[in-house]
């Protein structure tokens, strides 16, 4: 089995940003992405933090410029999906859905997958009007959509669906946790309604779509919706990961053979700048190591 010098596990933000310039130190890196590059800038509506884009740009068109840049400099993504990472010998084992892998760097940039919704009665066979991610539900028209949430991610989403459709926001809380201008541009959108202090009790089959049984205050009321979006959070995405290696973090870490990049170790701060940034620390790290390992 051949040994690479790196792997990066993910093409979001993070793993791209590493890819680019380990390339840049003439390091040819293998990128494994399980489904299309671009990370949760897939589901971003407006990104307007990220330097060089005076009115902001969305997700998906920085997407398409960070794929330009890729293949400017002829770096390829390999699509399998990372189904285990362990470490032994002083090599990574990388197992994915068609192929097996050693590596003496790894850079996980794996993202953070949604947190599922608990409490809620879910009845019959509803997976297909449920969602998780925004994306699959952009090419919908003139359907009436149901967020549940009250943060960021709510309330972008919301954004991005309600130029074609009708949405409503329930969030479970009283008060939201979004950024300020995101509930003034939902507030300002004539198609999107907000529902505070309102708790889904249960969901059920109707018709084409959804019955949501709600709590509005000591109220009792229904809701129909098209399409259900659950935006109640999210959590790394390390399912790959064998317990023996998270034991060993710290020092492989501290080796610098071991880089977690990104989302899937910045809690709250899922932000595309800040990602890049990992990435590219993370690229330089390696390429000290391995100029020491070679002189």
Not at 5 to 27: T, W
Not at 142 to 171: H, P
């Amino acid at each position: 089995m051949n040994i690479q010098d790196v792997v990066i596990i993910g093409a979001g933000p993070a793993g791209i940003a590493a890819a680019i310039q380990l390339k840049r130190y003439g390091i040819e890196p293998v990128v494994l992405e399980k489904n299309e590059t671009g990370g949760l800038l897939r589901n971003a509506n407006l990104v307007e933090n990220y330097p060089g884009f005076p009115r902001g740009i969305s997700g998906l068109a920085l997407i398409e410029l960070f794929r330009k840049q890729l293949a400017h400099a002829r770096i390829g993504v390999i699509f399998e999906n990372v189904i285990q990472l362990s470490y032994e010998d002083g090599l990574f084992n990388i197992i994915t859905n068609k192929n097996e892998r050693k590596s003496r760097f790894v850079v996980i940039a794996s993202g953070t997958q949604p947190r599922l919704l608990s409490g809620t009665e879910i009845s019959g066979d509803i997976v297909n009007s449920i969602f998780y991610e925004v994306y699959p539900l952009r090419h919908v028209l003139n359907r009436k959509i149901g967020i549940i949430g009250g943060g960021d991610a709510s309330f972008d989403y919301a954004m991005t669906l309600s130029k074609c459709n009708e949405v409503i926001i329930v969030n479970r809380n009283e008060k939201t946790s979004c950024l300020p201008i995101l509930w003034n541009n939902a507030a300002e959108t004539a198609s999107i309604t907000y529902l505070g202090s309102t708790f889904v009790k249960r969901i059920n089959p109707h018709g084409d779509g959804l019955l949501l049984s709600l709590t509005h205050g000591q109220e009792d009321q229904e809701l129909y919706v098209s399409y259900l979006l659950i935006a109640v959070g999210r959590e790394p995405c390390l399912t790959f990961v064998t317990g023996g290696l998270l034991k060993d973090y710290e020092p492989l870490s501290a080796l610098k053979a071991l880089h977690l990049t990104g989302d899937v170790k910045n809690d709250i701060y899922r932000q595309t700048a800040i990602a890049t940034g990992d990435g590219v620390r993370a690229a330089m790290e390696i390429y000290m190591k391995l100029t020491q390992r070679k002189s």
